[in-house]
């Protein structure tokens, strides 16, 4: 299903970003600080562009493809 590009923003902080990538907030605010993932500092928070966001998950699919699940 495609995305109403009226109805998706174009940032997001940090906390709406942890939850789409299924990260803890702070692991995303490491992210931010480090660089790992490029945000901007807005007062006491981050803000992370969609697009970004959307690169990391390919990235991440990316690298993970054909690697085996980990079981506990």
């Not at 495609?2 to 702070?26: C, F, H, K, Q, W």
């Amino acid at each position: 299903m495609m995305r109403n590009p009226e109805l998706t923003p174009i940032a997001v902080s940090a906390r709406d970003a942890a939850e789409l990538l299924g990260a803890a907030p702070s692991t995303v605010r490491f992210w931010c600080q480090t660089g790992i993932l490029p945000a901007r500092k807005i007062g006491k928070g981050w803000v992370v562009r969609r697009d970004e966001l959307d690169k990391l998950t390919q990235v991440a699919a990316t690298e993970t493809q054909g690697e085996p699940m980990m079981t506990s």
